[in-house]
């Protein structure tokens, strides 16, 4: 690359910044469940450019998913229907964490249950692993012992289960909460209330596709998680209220960013780094462009430090 | 397999909503193999999102690659339209792909519709390496505007046999009622060469495939389909139901399966999509 003077002149902005409890080399960390563990993306991408990664969510015992078709494509968005297949912690530890303990960047395990006890056992075991830099709890599970409600719909619930998980991690624990309720702030809340370091927001939105031509549902499973741009100004929203209500807690911002700009648009509302997620099935390089086009930004704002942005959404005159 | 930038070189219309794009500057795909598949998206904004999945029909010297495609919806509809010279990202080569071609064995390349271009490669590869003796084609579709590329087939040196359902070319009927006929012959004529069955088509003409295979006690290889994001085993979006696991991936696991290993699910499986293109 030629450096032109106008860039040899002004000083890369810093773009180190920390979030619940971990130290970030820039605000662009991967998605649980687009990122996979890791290693599938080597080849395409620098994996130590990254600010971090967040693998596939895990549970104490491997699980299968759900019958296809899974995934359908809508506007400016897409659904999943995957079923939290993952391989468990054992086969997480044995055959993912080597390549992830040496990969150069933050790793963080995303996690669930079905029950409480399965959450508590599944951070439990994870976060006692070597090269797990902090854990990000998947709420969005159905409870089978409370008749398949979301966990992390009630904050009650959420809050009692962020309590039990809490006495056991003693690493950063975030919380991915679900944007399917009417009171983010809530949820918000119960997370900082009960110990949790930060809180990622916001989890797919639950929709749902119609072939008209067959006229049954897209995806197996009729309902299933958006992502992808057209997320994006929701979870913008859910951002920005939690960060209005001075929770104490840091936010990690998700849905739909496909470039810098969405990036530093969910900075501004308050998130202190953020996760790309569909972006990477569109672009495998996504993130590695994400993370130049924000300090592009920086350069030509005069922005020095990206800790600057945060919260920094303008309002009034 | 490598993420890099291309360029369309050529946008050659076949009728009847057939086309082939021919791409340059895809050095990362020499020594791609006869059923790997590539994830391409060209510069178009957010809709379609994502990239499309679309198998190799022939990989040449100096970066050239050749697709197949057939307009089913947005995405196929903007490559038909793409002018030389458009940008196109890709992402490949993907997958595994068909058994080599061997002096041993006689393969019967089974394709339905826009499910050419895996057999299409395999019997170019066939052709280099002097076994063109060894393959038969067997090309199905629903009429004759479905049959493309067949100067090229025949060039290959390798026998073509063609049917369409309203009998405009070829046999009147279904590309498995020829692969029958073709079984039955083979089976009065007691060949010593023992057969091999390769196919890539609509979901319902590759069950039909694999019962006929299965019947006859014959290898049997097909090619799926299943809707995908990733192309790289990343979403789990592209599962199939399978017997020796629950699910298995067509992006990373296939898309090449033996049939025995993907045929007792039929009933789930079917409920998916299949390529475009008659039998
Ligand atoms: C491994 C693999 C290899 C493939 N190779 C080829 C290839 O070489 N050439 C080729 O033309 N296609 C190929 N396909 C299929 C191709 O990917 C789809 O046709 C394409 O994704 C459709 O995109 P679209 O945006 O045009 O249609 P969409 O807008 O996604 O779909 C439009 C409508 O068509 C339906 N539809 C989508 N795909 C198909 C389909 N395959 N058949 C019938 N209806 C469909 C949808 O359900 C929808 O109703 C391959 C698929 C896979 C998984
Ligand atoms: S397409 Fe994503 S796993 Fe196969």
Known sequence: ?317 | MRYFDARVIENRSLGGGYFVLRLGGCEPLAGSRPGQFIMLRGDWGRDPLLPRPLSLLSVAHEGRADLLAKVVGKGTALMERSPPGSRVSVLGPLGNSFPAPSADVTDLLVAGGVGLPPLFMQAESAAHLGLANGSEMLYGGRTSRDLVLLGEIRGFGIALRLATEDGSLGRRGRVTDELEARLDRGRAAASAQPLRIMACGPRQMLWAVGRIAQSHGIDCYLSLEEQMACGIGVCLGCAVAAQTRPYRYVCKDGPVFPASEVMAHVSVASTSQSRGGAQ
Request: with cysteine.
């Open chain 1, 1 to 317: 690359m030629i450096l032109g003077a106008d860039s040899l002149e002004k000083e890369s902005p810093a773009l180190l910044t920390t979030c619940g409890g971990i130290e970030f080399r820039n605000p662009v960390l991967t998605a649980s469940g687009t990122f996979g563990y890791g290693q599938e993306f080597d080849a395409l991408i620098s994996l130590r450019g990254l600010g971090g990664l967040v693998t596939k969510g895990i549970s104490p015992e491997p699980r299968f998913g759900n019958p296809p078709p899974r995934i359908c494509e809508t506007a400016a968005g897409m659904l999943n229907s995957i079923g939290l297949e993952n391989v468990g912690v054992e086969a997480f530890a044995r055959e993912k964490l080597p390549f992830l303990r040496s990969c150069g960047t933050r790793v963080l395990v995303n996690f669930f249950g079905t029950t409480f006890d399965e959450y508590v056992d599944c951070g439990a075991r994870l976060a006692a692993l070597d090269g797990v830099d902090g854990l990000e709890m998947n709420v969005s599970c159905p409870n089978i012992q409370a008749g398949g409600i979301e966990f992390g719909r009630d904050p009650l619930v959420l809050g009692g289960l962020v309590k039990a998980c809490r006495a056991v991690v003693r690493k950063p624990l975030w919380v991915k909460l679900t944007p399917n309720t009417s009171d983010i702030v809530a949820l918000a809340r119960a997370c900082a209330d009960n110990g949790a370091d930060a809180v990622s927001i916001i989890n797919t939105i639950t929709g749902m596709a119609i072939d008209v031509r067959t006229r049954r549902p897209k995806i197996a499973t009729v309902f299933g998680g958006l992502s992808g741009p057209a997320i994006k100004p929701v979870a913008l929203r859910m951002v920005y209220q939690v960060y209005r209500a001075q929770i104490p807690i840091a936010i990690c911002g998700i849905g739909g960013i496909q470039d810098g700009n969405d990036a530093i648009e969910f900075l501004l509302a308050g998130a202190s780094c953020v996760q790309v997620g569909t972006q990477s099935f569109i672009d495998p390089a996504s993130a590695e462009r994400i993370i130049r086009e924000i300090e592009e930004y920086c350069r030509a704002q005069g922005v020095t430090d990206v800790r600057e942005l945060v919260g920094g959404l303008a309002l009034g005159q």
